[in-house]
């Protein structure tokens, strides 16, 4: 460079000027014909060679420069973070950067004067071969995207960026490896189809909840009045059976979507498994040993009792289903302080105190394709008619929505186990004592106001209540249940609303109400998730809720308690 610093130096300029001068400088020296020529010749002779010295230096300074500048240039082409490559017209490569014989996976001379063909997937190439020939064509930049195929490592997804170069007969690409941001995105997409999914699910459940109450209510209504010996008392009790199984799968679905409504408690995680043990060894077979083990003073934990039954249900279904030879199934709790070296391997998992749910057989196992997909919804490995691909699904719902977490480790042929960290709460566990009266002794004279926009739900209901001895005052809505009260027809004592209903919810009916009428008992019901952003739709503190489908002894025992004992206002 020169001394400016803002013009590079032509070298050739430095040298034609240099002999020059020399030649000058020989031509006059020929011509001497006096000492004080002689000197003046020899002082111009110093003058040059210190000029050319300069001028020597100069173009020693300008060489560094441009090695240096040339060895930074080589490391920022060889070590960007994307791959370069020179194509010709055929697809062979030319020259490429280290980046780019990091993700080809060969050495630079042996990639040269190979087919980047080569390194695609059979389905990539004919596009690959398309895109090139459209580069070459149109001239302009053109981008694809294809599945990198290099040996010895995993396939990668890139992204490739090319236009034409020099005379038309090369093409400069950009190799771009986008795995990371390609799963990233498949897995932004697979959300919002489960969100999708689950959306659809809990529309599903609450007009299939609907259904069910009328289909078990009157199921169960029909056994009261039956005699052992009639004849059409086995009908009945299918229908009654085949009711309860679809109210299973309904909660399955609203499980995995996470818009169940749940009732959380303080409780014992070994009093749920042990009073489940009944249960369990008539779901599995007879040649798979159950072997249930509880650590003593296991720490309370919150969570809704029912939806713990359905993840051991969920759960040794499966694992009775991996074993068809039999095996072991061994069920345990116990108390985990999780520190910080086994959360960091075990995100989302934070230090702290938990109790640990772990259901284990030794069944056939799952490859680690299948464990990619195990909770997505619908996935099963069954056949045809034997799964509906809800039930890990809804186990993971359930354990997000219970701010738990789940990790599941199997190996084919090896069996499986899955672990659930249920978070440690201070509180103690909350036992309370169901009380068994048969339906009869649940009677009643009070007059209740059932709020019900689905007709044969309020059928079923007003039938169910009538029957008991109540008087009951009917609304398919909330603004003829507010008639009814402004005309205060009768001695109303509760009001048994939906939560869910058009124009006007059951939390802001109570809310309106109950300025008419202060102090009114108020019963939620509902076979639909409580909305999370819909503020009219979230229960007051307290409130006592019954979750569609409810038998009617069920619904009767819960009247009868709320109307003997009354909330505190």
């Not at 400016?4 to 130096?9: A, D, E, I, Q, T």
């Not at 169901?434 to 009677?443: R, Y």
Request: proline share 4%; with cysteine.
């Amino acid at each position: 460079m020169n001394k400016g610093g803002n013009r590079p130096v032509d070298a050739a300029e430095l040298r034609r000027r240099a002999e020059e001068k020399l030649r000058k400088l020989g031509a006059s020296t020929g011509r001497l014909s006096s000492k004080g020529d002689a000197e003046k010749s020899l002082h111009e002779l110093t003058v040059h060679q210190i000029e050319l010295e300069m001028v020597n230096e100069e173009l020693r300074r300008a060489n560094e420069e441009i090695e240096a500048g040339l060895a930074k240039y080589t490391d920022l082409y060889d070590f960007a973070p994307v791959g370069y490559l020179t194509l010709d017209t055929e697809g062979k490569i030319l020259s490429t950067n280290l980046t780019a014989v990091g993700l080809l996976g060969k050495d630079r001379s042996t990639l040269i004067n190979r087919h980047m063909q080569h390194f695609f997937s059979d389905g990539d190439r004919p596009a690959f071969n398309a895109f090139l020939k459209k580069i070459f064509e149109s001239g302009a930049k053109e981008v694809c995207e294809a599945t990198l195929l290099a040996e010895g490592k995993s396939p990668l997804f890139v992204r490739i960026e090319a236009t034409v170069s020099g005379s038309g007969h090369e093409c400069r690409a950009v190799l771009e490896d986008i795995t990371e941001q390609k799963k990233m995105q498949d897995q932004l997409r697979q959300a919002h189809k489960i969100e999708a999914v689950g959306q659809l699910a809990a529309g599903i459940a609450h007009d299939f909840n609907n259904l069910l109450t009328t289909i078990i209510g009157y199921a169960e209504l029909m056994l009261y009045r039956m005699t052992p010996g009639d004849q059409t008392r086995q009908m009945a009790e299918d229908i009654h059976k085949a009711g309860t199984r679809a109210a299973v799968l309904t909660r399955q679905l609203l499980a995995f979507s996470r818009k169940t409504v749940v009732f959380p408690k303080v409780l014992d995680l070994g009093e749920i498994v042990i009073g489940m043990e009944k249960m369990l060894c008539r779901l599995i077979e007879e040649d798979i040993v159950l072997k249930i083990e509880m650590d003593p003073g296991l720490w309370s934990v919150k969570a809704d009792p029912a939806q713990i039954e359905q993840i051991l249900l969920n759960l040794a279904s499966n694992s009775r289903d991996a074993m068809p030879r039999g095996g072991l199934l061994s069920i345990s709790a116990a108390n985990v302080m999780v520190t910080g070296s086994f959360a960091r391997n075990h995100p989302p998992l934070t230090v702290g105190h938990y109790v640990a749910l772990t259901v284990q057989d030794t069944g056939c196992g799952m490859t680690e394709e299948i464990l990619s997909h195990l909770f997505e919804p619908f996935f099963t490995t069954k056949e045809i008619g034997k799964g509906t691909g809800l039930g890990l699904a809804s186990v993971y719902g359930i354990v997000k929505q219970s701010g738990a977490h789940i990790f599941v480790t199997s190996e084919g042929g090896k069996g499986t186990t899955v672990r659930i960290y249920f978070p440690r709460v201070a509180e103690k566990e909350e036992k309370a004592e169901a009380v068994k009266v048969p339906i009869e002794s649940l009677a009643g004279t009070e007059t209740i106001l059932v709020v019900e926009d689905e007709e044969f739900v309020l059928v079923l209901i007003t039938r169910i209540l009538m029957e008991l001895g109540y008087t009951v005052l009917g609304a398919r809505n909330g603004e003829d249940a507010l008639e009814i009260l402004k005309k205060k027809e009768g001695d109303i004592r509760l009001i048994l609303t939906d939560v869910l209903m058009p124009r006007m919810s059951g939390p802001e009916l109570a809310l309106r109400a109950d300025k008419l009428l202060p102090g009114v008992t108020i019963l939620y019901m509902s076979g639909h998730p409580i909305g999370e952003r819909e503020k009219d739709t979230k229960l007051p503190t307290g409130a006592t809720f019954i979750r569609k489908p409810f038998s009617p002894l069920t619904l009767a025992r819960l009247v009868r308690q709320m109307l003997d004992n009354p909330p505190a206002p």
